[in-house]
């Protein structure tokens, strides 16, 4: 079982930055994969960015790929999604999430058992 609770959402500039938090609660924290997921308005969730709980690797989605990067600290049982470089399509609610994944399916929104209830990123041009 896995509580999440996100922060650090907000308006930003193009080409600036925000950090994003996900503090998750329970002593299972780090036997979960670790994903974060965003929906524009009337547009379909997608993946943005995940982390595996064993072998520490990580995987992007490509619009994000080299401007996103997740990172995750066991000690304080929490994720962070570091964005640069951020662009207005990158406007959104995001979502943390946790769940047990492959490889395979670590980028599939129905791997995930466990949601955060999201945070607002604003980007203006």
């Known amino acids: 079982q896995v509580q999440l609770v996100e922060s650090g959402g907000g308006l930003v500039q193009a080409g600036g930055s925000l950090r994003l938090s996900c503090a998750a609660s329970?002593?299972?924290?780090?036997?979960?994969?670790m994903g974060w997921f965003r929906q524009a308005p009337g547009k379909e969730r997608e993946f943005v960015a995940a982390e595996s709980w064993s072998g520490g690797r990580t995987y992007y989605a490509d619009s994000v790929k080299g401007r996103f990067t997740i990172s995750r600290d066991n000690a304080k049982n929490t994720v962070y999604l570091q964005m640069n470089s951020l662009k207005p399509e990158d406007t959104a609610v995001y979502y943390c999430a946790a769940g047990i994944a492959g490889t395979t399916l670590i980028r599939t929104i129905r791997t995930y058992d466990y949601w955060g209830q999201g945070t607002q990123v604003t980007v203006s041009s």
């Open positions: 329970g002593r299972t924290f780090s036997t979960y994969a």
